[in-house]
């Protein structure tokens, strides 16, 4: 009984370091990926800054205007596994050696990460259509 109990404990501490290592580096609390879209290319206002980020920071040059992947890898690939940390790491560090910028002293990028994410993963999901997109109120 006593070594049961003790089991259940330490379970409880494994699952919730867990949950905490979710939390990425640097300052503000993650928020949870969620993307609305409408007939494939109205979004809401916080993705459609994702996608002005990519473009603004033409990651298109290298992963195609599609996400499709060029000179680097499909992202629509990429992100049917890539987490939010890790996005996160790709992105503020780069893999300089490997031919991915850094892109971390960029002030968008500083505010959008998120926004982008989950930009991707909605293309990813085959629910954004690739190109232009507008926000859902947008008359
Ligand atoms: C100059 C070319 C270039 C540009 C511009 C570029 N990337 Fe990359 N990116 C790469 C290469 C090359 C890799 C593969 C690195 C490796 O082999 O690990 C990569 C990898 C990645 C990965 C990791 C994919 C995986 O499978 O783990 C992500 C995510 C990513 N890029 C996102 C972006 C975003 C977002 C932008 C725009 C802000 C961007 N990239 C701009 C070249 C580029």
């Not at 580096?25 to 993307?35: D, E, F, H, I, R």
Request: proline share 5%; net charge positive; with cysteine.
């Amino acid at each position: 009984m006593k070594g049961g109990s003790l089991l259940l404990l330490s379970l409880t501490l494994v699952a919730s370091s867990a949950s905490f290592a979710q939390t990425p580096p640097g300052p503000g609390q993650m928020k949870p990926v969620a993307y609305k879209v409408v007939d494939g290319n109205k979004v809401d206002s916080d993705t459609l800054q994702g996608w002005k980020t990519w473009r603004a920071l033409a990651c298109e040059r290298c992963h195609g205007a599609k996400q499709e992947g060029m000179v680097g890898p499909s992202l629509i690939d990429a992100f049917k596994s890539l987490d939010k940390n890790e996005f996160h790491r790709t992105v503020f560090g780069g893999r300089v050696d490997k031919g991915m910028p850094d892109f971390s002293a960029s002030q968008m990028m500083q505010k959008n990460w998120e926004n982008l994410y989950a930009y991707l993963k909605g293309r990813s999901d085959g629910k954004i259509n690739p190109g232009d997109l507008q926000a859902i109120d947008a008359k």
